[in-house]
């Protein structure tokens, strides 16, 4: 059996090379928080009652972010360096088994390869095993430093390697295995002894060492996934990266995706066969489309839910809202928040809605506000209808019954009730209750003047 896998994840730094007044664990890439990512990769290997996440600088944040994951906290509360973080997670955490060190800031990292470097260890009689990678430009990094037998000798950060050690272009990850009972035992005599004058984690490799405990690299041939992020260059780096995963995975799903290098999809979005994504489209959040939709160039969608057949013209935007099945919606319509937009609605050109239901078939064809109302089945809304919701301190609803034909211009002082099956007329300013199958008109009756058109033109020539 293999032993117990206790995860710790270090998210205690601010990241100055961010130059940010948000610690760097909490910017996003892929739609989620740095962290997340870290957290879920935890997940997959570990109990969350067995991850420990270490906070220092805004931990408050930071532990609300991770609040849905139910992981444990320890505080580092000054950040002294790495090996102090992981030294202040000492108490929530097994003595023994293996412990996975996670960074925060190194996202990418698949679960696979986590899978891979425990079952190394596992498999091994090390104190440790570490994950690393040969890049190009090795600056920043910690240095793998390799003993005769091909074990790591010794982990050399940058400020305290010497030119021939920065030389070594094989780098510390910042993912590592160790057997907890070692880690522990020895991880007191890190001490700050360095330029940094910080406690580095990367300092127990060389410690082990000299009791007698090798610890193993795992290299990896591609550098990838080990990529962390210290700058806001790497994040966008990180970010390109998971979308082009994400963008991918979908399409090899049966999702046809136009421009594929121009489209936002955030990592938690789902889409059902069939479905057309056309370029420079942004799928945000929770956003779930079914099958054989059509989402239209330049929409953005977050947070929203759509049926199977949905068409989307171009330049729609859907916050929070639902659409059902064989509905189209666009171009250029906004769905603000919290609407839910039946089967077979239609709706069109410059139509606004916000806290809105729109029952099966209605339509809106055209420049309107549908604001806090109750749209019932097959209704008409005539261009340029507005709801009047709002008094100036309260918000009022507007409720139309099913059938109903609002004509164009219509406005409707909520709250206000119009019956099932009545016609408003166009240009009708509406406050009082329409019943069932009635028609309600409210505006000023026209009346004509003859010749008033011919004699005007005749007394300005004169002048
Ligand atoms: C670290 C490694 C380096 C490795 C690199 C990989 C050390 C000493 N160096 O360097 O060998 O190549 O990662 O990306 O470990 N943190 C805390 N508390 C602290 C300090 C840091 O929680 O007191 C957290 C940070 O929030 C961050 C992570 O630890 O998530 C790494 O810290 P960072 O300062 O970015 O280390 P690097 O300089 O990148
Ligand atoms: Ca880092």
Not at 48 to 58: C, F, P
Not at 281 to 290: D, F, H, K, N, P
Not at 326 to 333: E, I, K, L, Y
Not at 370 to 375: E, F, H, R, Y
């Amino acid at each position: 059996m293999d032993p117990r896998v206790s995860v710790v994840i270090l998210a205690a730094g601010l990241g100055t090379r961010m130059k940010s007044k948000t610690v760097k664990v909490l910017h996003r890439a892929g739609g989620l928080t740095v962290v997340e990512h870290v957290v879920r990769t935890g997940q997959a290997v570990a109990a969350s009652s067995d991850i420990v996440v270490i906070t220092g600088h805004q931990a408050e944040k930071v532990q609300q972010t991770l609040a849905p994951y139910k992981v444990r906290f320890a505080l580092q509360p000054e950040p002294k360096g790495t090996g102090h973080a992981v030294k202040c997670a000492q108490s929530e955490l097994p003595k023994e088994g293996l412990l996975l060190v996670l960074y925060g800031d190194a996202p990418l990292i698949s679960v696979d390869t986590v899978h891979r470097l425990i079952a190394a260890q596992t498999a091994s009689d090390a104190a440790g095993t570490v994950l690393t990678t040969r890049v190009p430009d090795p600056t920043g990094y910690g240095r793998i430093v390799r003993d005769n037998e091909g074990n790591v000798a010794a982990i050399v950060e940058q400020k305290a390697a010497n030119p021939e050690q920065l030389k070594i272009d094989e780098i510390n990850s910042g993912i590592y295995c160790f057997r907890a009972d070692l880690l522990w035992k020895h991880i007191d005599s890190i001490t700050t002894n360095n330029p940094a004058g910080e406690y580095y984690l990367t300092d127990i490799v060389a410690i082990l060492r000299d009791h007698g405990y090798p610890t193993k690299p795992l290299e990896l041939p591609v550098a990838d996934e080990l990529l962390g992020i210290n700058t806001r260059v790497e994040l966008a780096e990180v970010d390109r990266i998971f979308r082009a995963a994400k963008v991918k995975s979908l399409m090899l799903d049966g999702v046809t995706i136009e421009r594929p290098d121009t489209v936002t999809v955030d990592v938690d979005v789902t889409i059902g066969r069939d479905t057309i994504v056309e370029s420079h489209v942004r799928l945000l959040g929770a956003t779930e489309i079914g099958e054989d939709c059509v989402i239209g160039a330049g929409s953005v969608l977050r947070n929203a839910k759509l049926g199977d057949a949905v068409l989307l013209d171009p330049y729609t935007l859907v916050a929070d809202s639902s659409i059902g099945s064989a509905a189209s919606v666009g171009p250029f319509a906004r769905l603000r928040m919290n609407n839910q937009v039946g089967e077979k609605v239609h709706i069109g050109n410059f139509v606004e809605l916000k806290n809105t239901h729109m029952g099966v078939g209605a339509k809106a064809g055209h420049l309107a506000y549908l604001g806090d109302a109750s749209i019932g089945a097959k209704v008409n809304v005539g261009a340029g209808t507005i709801t009047c919701n709002y008094d100036g301190v309260n918000k009022h609803r507007t409720v139309v019954g099913e059938g109903a034909f609002l004509g164009s211009n219509s406005t409707l002082v909520a709250p206000i009730e119009i019956g099932a099956g009545s016609y408003v007329a166009a240009a009708s300013v509406v406050t009082d209750t329409v019943p069932q199958d009635a028609l309600a008109i409210g505006r000023g009756r026209q009346s004509n003047k003859e010749g008033w058109a011919k004699v005007r033109r005749e007394t300005i020539k004169k002048k």
